[in-house]
């Protein structure tokens, strides 16, 4: 039942963004059809490599999580894996990321089970990290600015006391359950410190993936230096809806409609549209690459190691 109301609250929210998105479209379409982009190429291309690189911190995480459930896989495998998978999420259903992974785990001895619990804790350390860079961007709007230093200091002692693995844990296996994913039992769970560290690498990361969507976004358009922090922390938490997006594949839709939504006081409702779609396309073809880096190094250690073969 709680599955099947999760669902339908998937569903109403890819209906009301998509009629949003919709509209916006409509209305926008002679300006979007003759926009002319003039990209400033070394900010794309910087744009571009930050995005990488904050997959390869995602990757990490999840190689530290595999070893944090006993099942430890070299890094190298780990990485190769992370990103040859990557486009299991645009398949509808959010099994998919872990049922690829698990064909190449299977060979270092990982169960299908753990792989599965390996994805649904990769799935809360990123709604964590987002969460927290959405509202650390929130408390800078002029609206919320006065209470910044209050802020900061709730989001901090909040952040420490559900890294205490008693809350932690007791709060994923109640996500995991609602997910229908394998719980974390006793001899699985970390410290305190393991956590914190983690936790931090996936923060890292996201910071990486929302200042790499703002520099996509100031290629091609003039933005104010000010509007930075919160645009940062769009780019993290929009990344971080698309996860909670149960109904669409990676999100298609969700984090589109939050950009445009959060450009709207900032540029004109077309060019926030135009990012909100071109910068959806970007991000596949960055990610499409880092696949097309990873399947030949995966091929050649297969021919050196042939227990990778699956």
Partial sequence: MKRNALNLLSLILFIA???????????????????????????????SLLYALSFFGLGFGWHLILQDLHYPIPMLEAMLYFFITQPCKYIPGKIWLAVGRGKFCRRHGVPHSVTFLTTGLEGVMEILAGT????????????????????????????????????????VNTY??????????RSQQVSFGRLLSLQLI?????????????????????????????????????????ILAFFTPSGLGVREGIWVFALRSLVRPHIALIFALVSRLWTII?????????????????????????
């Fill in 17 to 47: 963004v998509a009629y949003f998105l919709g509209n916006e479209l409509v209305a926008s379409w002679e300006k979007i059809s003759t926009y002319e982009f003039n990209f400033d190429l070394p900010l794309l291309s910087l744009a």
């Fill in 202 to 242: 996936y923060i890292v990361a996201l910071l990486g993936i929302g200042l790499s969507q703002v520099l996509f976004l100031k290629s091609f358009v003039a933005i104010p230096l000010g509007a930075l922090p919160v645009l940062i922390s769009i780019g993290a938490f929009s990344y971080v809806a698309s």
């Fill in 132 to 171: 927290y860079i959405g509202l650390l961007g929130l408390i800078y709007t002029p609206l919320l600015h006065r209470f910044s230093r209050i802020g900061i200091g709730l989001i901090l002692i909040a952040g420490f006391l559900l890294l205490i693995p008693k809350i932690f844990y007791f709060c």
């Fill in 176 to 185: 995991l359950k609602l997910v229908k994913r394998p719980l974390i039992v």
């Fill in 286 to 310: 960055v990610e499409a690459l880092l696949v097309s880096i990873a399947l030949p190094i995966y091929w050649l250690r297969r021919k050196k190691l042939p227990h990778l073969d699956i």
